[in-house]
């Protein structure tokens, strides 16, 4: 993965919001860094790649409903000639 967890972004921007905690070193960076992972686990949060799956498989199924849909149209069709 290329970027960055979003734990280490969340982190990252806390500390420089915080110049204090900048200042403290590792140690709070590291305490930060658990909390803010602490919290996200509690939440039901997808990853990007979970996310992605989730989008390209309502995509097939919205493609799919469309060449349904027109099949039902074509069939609507021949009954009524």
């Not at 709070?28 to 803010?36: D, I, K, L, S």
């Not at 979970?50 to 309502?58: D, K, W």
């Amino acid at each position: 993965m290329t970027r960055r967890s979003i734990i280490d972004e969340l982190s990252e921007q806390i500390s420089k919001v915080l110049p204090q905690v900048s200042a403290a070193g590792e140690e709070v960076r590291e305490t930060v860094r658990g909390a803010v992972k602490q919290s996200l686990s509690k939440m039901d949060l997808l990853t990007r790649e979970e996310f992605e799956a989730q989008t390209r498989a309502l995509q097939r199924a919205e493609e799919r409903l469309d060449e349904l849909e027109q099949a039902v149209i074509a069939l609507e069709a021949h009954l009524r000639r």
